[in-house]
């Protein structure tokens, strides 16, 4: 897990081991969209974000 939330634009690995990137964060932040990173498969959806471990955080997060 991570010490800070997953945001849109990081590359992280799910609680399934899935690698991929957040795309959207929905419902008011209780709702984490997320991506493959290859392949243009189908989005799924989290709202669990502590169980997402960030692997890298997108460039404009981190000039934040």
């Known amino acids: 897990m991570s010490a800070r939330r997953a945001w849109v634009g990081d590359l992280v690995r799910d609680g399934g081991g899935r690698r991929a990137v957040v795309t959207d964060v929905r419902a008011g932040g209780t709702v984490w969209v997320l991506r493959p990173l290859t392949g243009g498969g189908p ?3 989290t709202d669990e ?3 997402l471990e960030i692997l890298a955080c997108s460039e404009a997060r981190d000039s934040w």
Request: proline share 17%; charged share 35%.
């Open 43 to 45: 989005h799924w959806e």
């Open 49 to 51: 974000p502590d169980s």
